[in-house]
T-cell receptor, first 115, second 115 residues
Framework: NAGVMQNPRHLVRRRGQEARLRCSPM?????VYWYRQLPEEGLKFMVY????????ESGMPKERFSAEFPKEGPSILRIQQVVRGDSAAYFC?????????????FGPGTRLTVL | GESVGLHLPTLSVQEGDNSIINCAYS??????FIWYKQESGKGPQFIID?????DKRQGQRVTVLLNKTVKHLSLQIAATQPGDSAVYFC??????????????FGKGTKLSVKP
């Protein structure tokens, strides 16, 4: 059973370009979470999605950032017009369907560098 | 501000000794806690979890203690090994009335094991 998959593992963009980060949850998992991690810091929640629904986007910046989890295919975190401050590691996690909190399984992350 | 924090940012122990990593949280509504281990360049790896209706849970070489009175969480690692060297994060989940919610992470403690 493959774990959470993320690609690309490393992404370099110039200021003003777009970044697209992909996440495939573990098989059978219908909940996806995106987190951002700056060096030497903990992970900060960004958005929580289920298939075709955004459940909680309270951690997402109001502009330039968007996320989706379509019926088919991976979840996408999209950053438009990237700036240097967007440089960070972005982690995706998934958990199984069900009531109450469950363990979140993390992917290896995408390290975004904005030049 | 953050509701989860750690008392010690770094911890150095001798191989074979026991390690104790502490974590304080401030949200009394938190009902689920997880300890994650993160090695350099990798995503967080689940170690152990505990729900708020428990005060102790044991795994293989690890024990988590929860003191709800003082909002304190600790991770004990028995017979620490060089492979335990990593950054350890505590994370909490707030009960949103049955929804999964997101995890709130502390800043992490770096554990260094000396051979």
């Amino acid at each position: 059973n493959a774990g959470v998959m993320q690609n690309p593992r490393h992404l370099v963009r110039r200021r003003g370009q777009e970044a697209r980060l992909r996440c495939s949850p573990m098989k059978g998992h219908s909940h996806v979470y995106w987190y951002r991690q700056l060096p030497e810091e903990g992970l900060k929640f960004m958005v929580y999605l289920q298939k075709e629904n955004i459940i909680d986007e309270s951690g997402m910046p109001k502009e330039r950032f968007s996320a989706e989890f379509p019926k088919e295919g991976p979840s996408i975190l999209r950053i438009q017009q990237v700036v240097r401050g967007d440089s960070a590691a972005y982690f995706c996690a998934s958990s199984p369907k069900g009531q109450g909190p469950n363990e979140q399984f993390f992917g290896p992350g995408t390290r975004l560098t904005v030049l | 501000g953050e509701s989860v924090g750690l008392h010690l940012p770094t911890l150095s122990v001798q191989e074979g000794d026991n390690s104790i990593i502490n974590c304080a949280y401030s949200n009394s509504a938190s009902d689920y806690f997880i300890w994650y281990k993160q090695e350099s360049g990798k995503g967080p790896q689940f170690i152990i979890d505990i729900r708020s209706n428990m005060d102790k849970r044991q795994g293989q070489r690890v024990t988590v203690l929860l003191n709800k009175t003082v909002k304190h969480l600790s991770l004990q690692i028995a017979a620490t090994q060089p492979g335990d060297s990593a950054v350890y994060f505590c994370a909490e989940n707030v009960d949103y009335g049955g929804s999964q919610g997101n995890l709130i992470f502390g800043k992490g403690t770096k554990l260094s094991v000396k051979p």
